[in-house]
């Protein structure tokens, strides 16, 4: 499945992971899960997580962690998709 047909399939869904003020290793653990049930999760950085760094960054560090692709980054939210 290459990456159109992803951002395709992730515009509908609903943002199903929250990072707020207790940063990425607070949701690390629920986005692995979430990831080994669905292909795409979503994923929303609330104002406080952004203070650790952009978006792009704070994704690219999520995904690391998870061993997922990022998808796309729009606005405060993220997509991921497990390898």
């Known amino acids: 499945m290459d990456i ?7 515009h509908d869904l609903d943002v199903t992971v929250w990072v707020g003020k207790s940063g990425l ?14 292909k795409l999760v979503k ?6 997580a ?4 952009t978006v792009e960054e704070l994704t690219e560090q999520l ?3 998870v061993n997922a692709t990022v998808v796309e980054t729009r606005g405060n939210t993220a997509v991921l998709h497990k390898r």
């Open 4 to 10: 159109n047909e992803l951002r395709k399939e992730a």
């Open 25 to 38: 290793s607070a949701v690390t653990d629920e986005l692995f899960d979430q990831l080994k049930e669905r």
């Open 43 to 48: 994923v929303k950085f609330h104002r406080a």
């Open 50 to 53: 952004r203070a650790e760094g």
């Open 63 to 65: 995904a690391e962690d």
